[in-house]
Structures are given as C-alpha cells and as structure tokens.
C-alpha cells in the first residue's frame, strides 16, 4: 500500500478525488479493483442517502417517505463501512504480497509461507464479499425510493443503482480471483454463493432500471 511522503499509511478516503484516481492509475498495485468497488458502493450509498433527504419531509413525496426511510436505516451502515472496505481491500493484498515474500528455505519455513498465503489469501476474498453483500443490500431499497420517492432525483436513484451493480459485479470479480488460489475446502459458501449473487444483482438492477425510466416517463 502506498504512503505519504512525510510517511504512514496512506487512508484513500482521506485523499482528494484527484489523488485517489491518480493513485487508482500509477503502476502500484494498490489501490485496486477491489478497492474501486468499494469506493463504488460508498458513492452508491450516498447518492442513494441523498434522494431519501430529498423525499422526507416534503409533502409533496409523502407516498415515498416509507420508502425513504428504510433507505437511510439501510444506508447509514454501508455508508461508513464502504470506505472502511475500499482500505481493507488493499491492505489484505498487501498482506498476501507480504506472505509471498516469507522464507522458504527449510520445510518448516514453507509450511509456515504456506499458512499465511492461505490465511491472507482468503482474508482477501472475504473483504470484498462484504462489499458484495452490503451492494446487495442496498439494491434492495432502490426500486421503492424510484417509484415513491421524490420524483425530481429519480435519475439520481438510476445512477445509485448502476453504482452500487457495479460494486457488486466488481468485487465478486475478486473474490472469485483470491478463491481461485485457494484449495477447494477454503471460502466453500463464498464459491457457491457467488454466480446466485451475480445473478440476483442482474434482475434485481433490471427491476430498478425499469421503475426509474417508467417513473421518468410519466413525469
């Protein structure tokens, strides 16, 4: 993981927006996709705590304030978690690229290298799991804000929803890389749970798409 010129680890959601997207882009490994998709679902979250302001206490969308509400309850927990996410992710492949690095002179020095990549490699894949998870949950409460919630920021509720698939589809992507390091008895729920989420982020993302463009329609 990077760090700052005056040292310590550098916390990317402490960097402006121009200094992660550079990071994102220098020839370090780390900040990574895994990291990307959770900043993803940190922007997803907020969008999506931003059209429940937008609804509650305006009469005008008082049919949406149900809607609202269980939206922020679901939000204020991914909200801070994401970021926490985007630094775990990155810290986790920097313990696996630590392991790496062990001695393997005697057999005990390898048996030791070899726990730790497996230890830290599944780390790696749990992290993002969590993103996945967290992504899911917050689908869940998109498609009732965009039919009830106020009508004017229902593009808003779209652009939430393709962040937060995008979160989900992005880190499953590394789950899937780390667990395919490991032997077949490591991540067992995370392998099998993983093409059902993928496939559930597909039709619950569709629902939403649909209820924003017929809400947009009848505006």
Not at 116 to 144: D, F, W
Request: overall charge negative; hydrophobic content about 40%; proline content about 3%.
């Amino acid at each position: 993981m990077g760090s700052f010129e005056g040292g310590g680890a550098m916390n990317w959601m402490d960097l402006s927006l121009q200094d992660f997207q550079d990071a994102l882009a220098s020839n370090e490994p780390t900040p990574g996709g895994g990291t990307a998709a959770a900043v993803a679902l940190g922007q997803a979250s907020a969008l999506t705590k931003m059209v429940a302001h937008l609804t509650l206490g305006n009469e005008k969308w008082q049919d949406g304030w149900a809607s609202a509400k269980n939206a922020q309850s679901i939000v204020d927990t991914i909200y801070q978690r994401a970021g926490e996410l985007a630094q775990l992710d990155s810290e986790a492949f920097d313990s696996v690229m630590g392991s790496f690095r062990m001695p393997k002179s005697t057999e005990d020095e390898k048996m030791e290298r070899r726990k730790a990549i497996r230890k830290n490699t599944l780390l790696a894949a749990e992290i993002p799991y969590e993103t996945v998870l967290l992504g899911m949950e917050l689908l869940s409460c998109q498609e009732a804000l965009a039919r009830s919630g106020n009508a004017n920021a229902v593009s808003d509720v779209g652009v939430a929803s393709l962040l937060a698939s995008a979160a989900v589809k992005g880190a499953l992507f590394n789950v899937e890389i780390n667990l395919q390091s490991l032997p077949a008895e490591m991540g067992e729920e995370m392998r099998l749970q993983c093409p059902l989420l993928r496939t559930k982020c597909s039709e619950v993302s569709r629902g939403i798409m649909h209820a924003v463009h017929e809400r947009m329609s009848s505006n």
